[in-house]
């Protein structure tokens, strides 16, 4: 086997402002085990994942939950968040480990990513560009003033709802975030900032169990998700 070279960012670091319950929703239990375990284990069932970097509010960095620990601890370190999700990446970039050559980085509010979709971003990574997964929109869409009147229909061909993991040659996002910092960027997701330098990045098909949990309404649909085959 070759020797391992995958880094992982996943952040954890959200205060969970849009559900009620007072539990961070990447603590909150679903589909039998708490959200942030999910992919956590998953990404560390890969043999060529050398490192996974867990990015948590400051408040529990130091003391993690220790249903954290259920998993392999020599390939885990436990990083801090910052202020807003540009700055937790960053954070665990810098504390990735130096055989990390390609990063995937992942949100803790996609907890069933399968080893599909991680697999097909990470292969494209391995070309040398950027890969995010990502699913066709088929909805039709509208642009609304801010009292609800419609101005226009917005072609949807080509658009695609973005979702993670987005893994990138670890010189090309490191480079991103860099001058990211520089111009006092901060992207809404880690592809924006390669793109905002020209750098090139393609899309995969996504998956629909990569959903991301946001609402109260989202942990019931997600709990669905959970028991049906991938």
């Known amino acids: 086997m070759s020797t391992p070279d995958v880094g992982v960012i996943i952040v954890a670091a959200g205060s969970s402002t849009r559900t ?3 539990e961070l929703k990447q ?3 679903i589909g039998g085990k708490p959200m942030l375990l999910h992919s956590l284990q998953t990404f560390q069932e890969r043999p060529d994942v050398a490192m996974v970097v ?3 509010p400051k408040k529990y960095a130091g003391d993690p939950p220790p ?3 259920q998993c392999d601890v020599e390939r885990m370190l436990v990083s ?4 807003v999700r540009s700055d937790s990446v960053r954070n665990g970039l810098e504390d990735l480990a130096s055989e990390a050559k390609i990063v995937a980085v992942h949100d803790a509010a996609r907890p069933f990513v399968t080893p599909a979709l991680i697999d097909r971003v990470i292969t494209e990574a ?3 560009h950027g890969a995010i997964p990502g699913l066709p929109v088929v909805d039709t869409l509208k642009r609304a003033d801010e009292n609800g009147t419609i101005g226009e229909t917005i072609e949807r061909d080509g658009l695609w709802r973005a979702q993670t993991p987005q893994a990138f040659p670890r010189e090309m996002i490191e480079a991103a975030y860099a ?3 520089t111009a006092g960027v901060a992207g809404t997701d880690d592809a924006s900032l390669c793109e905002r330098l020209g750098l090139p990045v393609v899309v995969v098909h996504g998956s629909e169990r990569a ?3 946001t609402t109260d309404a989202d942990f019931a649909r997600a709990e669905a998700l959970s028991i049906l085959p991938e």
Not at 80 to 83: A, H, L, N, Q, S
């Open 80 to 83: 801090v968040g910052g202020r």
């Open 126 to 128: 391995r070309k040398g």
């Open 211 to 213: 959903m991301k949990i």
């Open 67 to 69: 249903w954290l620990f």
């Open 27 to 29: 603590f909150r239990w």
């Open 54 to 56: 867990v990015v948590l």
């Open 20 to 22: 009620d319950s007072d």
């Open 179 to 181: 001058d990211a910092l």
